[in-house]
């Protein structure tokens, strides 16, 4: 298995406090990846980064914001968390825009 | 932009049955495509890719796939289930133009093995 990590697995936060979650990686990867999971929604992409400070929007960008100081950690950011952010979010790397993606274990959101 | 559809939500088949889930995807052109497994709590596996070559592509676990131009499809195939198979599955294509193309996922199939 690629050498992923998410920090913290599980998250329990109240709405309107700011949350950051961390991907991590040893793989040397250039392209990495947030997504969240819902149930009947499948995989979303949040944001994603090509490479150290390049970063884009995915389709489901609102209320998150990502950074990426380093080739091997990428931080998916909840300003301010509202229960609509309750999920779990995988991180993912790839080598290629357009190649295999390879996941992290998850971590579980709750906001209350 | 390119769509993936999995037309079957669940799935159930008894230990040692064969198992076919279904894929279809929408592109213009011929897209890349990908076979992802996920085991309750855990993240996904890549089971299987298709870039070229080859239509049909093997896979880690015994699964194998294959992909079908003229269907638009790229249906996951296995001879003979294990318990162990039960878990979520998951189609993805992305486009091979080069481009800002995304990797886009169906919406998953339960696998359900019954003894």
């Known amino acids: 298995d690629a050498g992923i990590t998410q920090s913290p697995r599980h998250k329990v936060t109240e709405t309107g406090t700011p949350v950051t979650l961390r991907c991590h990686q040893t793989e040397n990867h250039r392209y990495m990846y947030w997504y969240r999971q819902d149930p009947g929604h499948g995989l979303r992409l949040i944001h994603y980064?090509?490479?150290?400070?390049?970063?884009d929007k995915g389709e489901v960008s609102d209320g998150y914001s990502v950074s990426r100081s380093k080739t091997e950690d990428f931080l998916l950011t909840l300003e301010s968390a509202t229960s609509s952010q309750t999920s779990v979010y995988f991180c993912?790397?790839?080598?290629?825009?357009?190649?295999?993606?390879?996941f992290g274990p998850g971590t579980r959101l709750t906001v209350t | 932009a390119q769509s993936v559809t999995q037309p079957d939500i669940h799935i159930t088949v008894s230990e040692g049955a064969s198992l076919e889930l279904r894929c279809n995807y929408s592109?213009?052109?011929?897209?890349?495509l990908f076979w992802y497994v996920q085991s309750p709590g855990q993240g996904l596996q890549l089971l299987l890719k298709y870039f070229s070559g080859d239509t049909l592509v093997q896979g880690i676990k015994g699964f194998e796939a294959e992909f079908k131009r003229s269907q638009s499809s790229f249906n996951l195939r296995k001879p003979s289930v294990h318990w162990s198979d039960a878990a979520e599955y998951f189609c993805a294509v992305v486009g091979s133009n080069f481009g800002n193309e995304k990797l886009t996922f169906g919406t998953g199939t339960r696998l359900t093995i019954i003894p």
């Open positions: 980064s090509y490479g150290v400070k390049d970063t």
């Open positions: 592109y213009g052109a011929t897209p890349y």
């Open positions: 993912a790397i790839s080598e290629s825009s357009q190649g295999a993606q390879y």
